[in-house]
């Protein structure tokens, strides 16, 4: 069955390193987002793609960068964690930008010391 | 901007009894989506239901359908026959029709409880 993964489920790391969050997904849809959960924020939209060399900005880009290389991956970097930035980040991936419906995976749960 | 607003952070109910679920969103937009998502305690966020604004059908999936009223900007969503399995954070969520806008904006969540 066509998935979408996330790697690695649980990290903690330190302020200032460099985490990546990785997403792969099997559907070969063109459309992949991430998001931050956060307690009294619900789901905030970080960064989305719409195909291979595509990127866009969401509401809490500051940050945070992506890159698509392939349809399959959307890997979430934090170029220099900050304890602001604990939080659990999901991805999602869409087949169809006007149905708007989503798949999700599992989340990552990141925290920053 | 568009905004989703959930006004319920928790919501409970018994075991085979009805809820209903709130949510109201601020748009200029006529066409958009409108959707609710479960997230269980698993985390992995799942569809539940999606109504076109374009349909005066209200959506219905088995025990759980919406109440839509474009006019008021309300969709609520109602669970039949709760089930243990419905204990979750449910999530409401607006997304404009067609052109660039693929994300969705998601409410803030409200948590349902069921009790056996």
């Known amino acids: 069955d066509a998935e979408i993964t996330q790697s690695p489920r649980h990290k903690i790391t330190e302020t200032g390193r460099q985490v990546t969050l990785a997403c792969h997904q099997t559907w070969n849809h063109n459309n992949m987002f991430w998001y931050r959960q956060d307690l009294g924020h619900g789901l905030r939209l970080i960064h989305y793609?719409?195909?291979?060399?595509?990127?866009n900005k969401g509401e809490v880009s500051d940050g945070y960068s992506v890159s698509r290389s392939n349809t399959e991956d959307l890997p979430l970097t934090l170029e220099s964690a900050a304890s602001s930035q604990t939080s659990v980040y999901f991805c999602?991936?869409?087949?169809?930008?006007?149905?708007?419906?989503?798949?999700f995976g599992e989340g990552s749960r990141l925290t920053v010391l | 901007a568009q905004t989703v607003t959930q006004s319920q952070p928790e919501m409970s109910v018994q075991e085979a009894e009805t809820v209903t679920l709130s949510c109201t969103y601020d748009t200029s937009e006529s066409d958009y989506y409108l959707f609710w998502y479960k997230q269980p305690p698993s985390r992995q966020m799942i569809l539940v239901i999606r109504q076109e604004a374009y349909k005066q059908q209200n959506a219905t999936e088995n025990r759980f359908s919406v109440n839509f009223q474009k006019a008021a900007k309300s969709f609520s969503l109602k669970i039949s026959d709760s089930q243990l399995g419905d204990a979750a954070m449910y999530f409401c969520?607006?997304?404009?029709?067609?052109?660039?806008?693929?994300?969705?904006?998601f409410g803030k969540g409200t948590k349902l409880s069921v009790k056996p």
């Open positions: 969520a607006y997304k404009q029709y067609g052109g660039s806008q693929g994300n969705l904006i």
């Open positions: 999602a991936s869409s087949r169809d930008t006007n149905t708007g419906e989503l798949f």
């Open positions: 793609s719409y195909g291979v060399q595509d990127t």
